[in-house]
């Protein structure tokens, strides 16, 4: 019985990856630019949820569509300048693109930092402490209710990627952007919206993780290092790939935490995403392209 809770437990955990990961896997198929700052977007989303929390008296969880409003302004401020280097002929783009991303991510660290200091934070909401009995498992509330924001949160990427015209011209561009670009699609106005849903759906997946678990400025690498597994071990631009490795990698981590020590997580993880890799060497979708 505790094995399955274990797994369960995983599977509910492993939606919220999911939902980071997809958009962090559409955004490197757009932009070319693996995000260092992936991590940070998740940790700001829960720091953003703290602030709201300190200041008003709401639960923070409620505000969750302004979270990915803000943070998909900012992704859409910073989005052009990852465009800029990234297409710049003059250096190495794909090495400039790794590091302006790292730099926002020191930059997102520092700030936090600053801020709020070492002291881990949670986010308090309505659900702590609240347990639901699902088909006889007595499951926390906020993991639930945080695999059910991550569904909801993928359906609606999915649905945006293959049912909009916005999400054509994003699927265009991540196959081929000269194609893209004489088909008359706008790559560098298309790079910038989809910068900035990634943003946005991240920064709201952190909101709901800070509820689950406590956060601090230094999780931000720990995240990153999450969503890299993620995404390679799915294939490079393989949607599909993203969901059973995202619930994979959920699984994983409570597996490890429950029957040995959370401390190992990491090592289990990357030694997963080794021998996967020797086994099937284009991950487990084939590199399939988000078309």
């Not at 660290?109 to 709020?116: A, D, E, Q």
């Not at 881990?120 to 347990?131: W, Y």
Request: include cysteine; aromatic fraction near 14%.
């Amino acid at each position: 019985m505790e094995l399955f809770a274990s797994i369960v437990g995983g599977l509910l955990i492993g939606g919220l990856y999911v939902a980071i990961s997809l958009g962090f896997s559409v955004a490197f198929g757009v932009l070319d630019v693996v995000d260092l700052a992936v991590g940070m977007w998740v940790v700001m989303g829960a720091y953003a949820a703290v602030v709201v929390q300190d200041w008003l008296d709401v639960d923070p969880l409620l505000l969750l569509p302004l979270y990915f409003l803000f943070f998909a302004l900012v992704g859409a401020v910073l989005a052009p300048l990852i465009y800029r280097v990234r297409n710049n002929r003059y250096a190495m783009p794909a090495l400039m693109g790794l590091a302006l991303t790292f730099g926002f991510a020191t930059i997102f660290r520092g700030s936090l930092l600053t801020g709020f200091g070492y002291t881990p934070r949670t986010v308090r909401t309505g659900l702590a402490n609240t347990s639901w009995n699902i088909f006889g498992l007595v499951l926390p509330a906020e993991r639930v209710a945080g695999f059910l924001t991550a569904a909801v949160l993928t359906l609606a990427f999915a649905w945006f990627l293959y049912f909009t015209r916005s999400g054509l011209a994003v699927r265009a561009v991540a196959q081929s952007k000269e194609n893209a670009g004489l088909m008359g699609v706008d790559v560098k106005r298309t790079s910038t919206l989809i910068y900035a849903l990634y943003t946005g759906l991240t920064a709201m997946c952190g909101a709901v993780m800070g509820a689950i678990y406590a956060m601090t400025p230094e999780l931000g690498p720990r995240y990153t290092l999450f969503a890299f597994f993620v995404v390679v071990l799915a294939g490079l631009g393989s949607i599909w790939g993203v969901l059973v490795t995202g619930l994979l990698l959920g699984v994983l981590q409570s597996l490890v935490s429950t029957f040995w020590s959370a401390d190992y997580t990491l090592l289990v993880v990357f030694l997963s995403l080794f021998v996967v890799l020797l086994l099937l060497p284009n991950g487990i979708g084939n590199r399939r392209s988000v078309a």
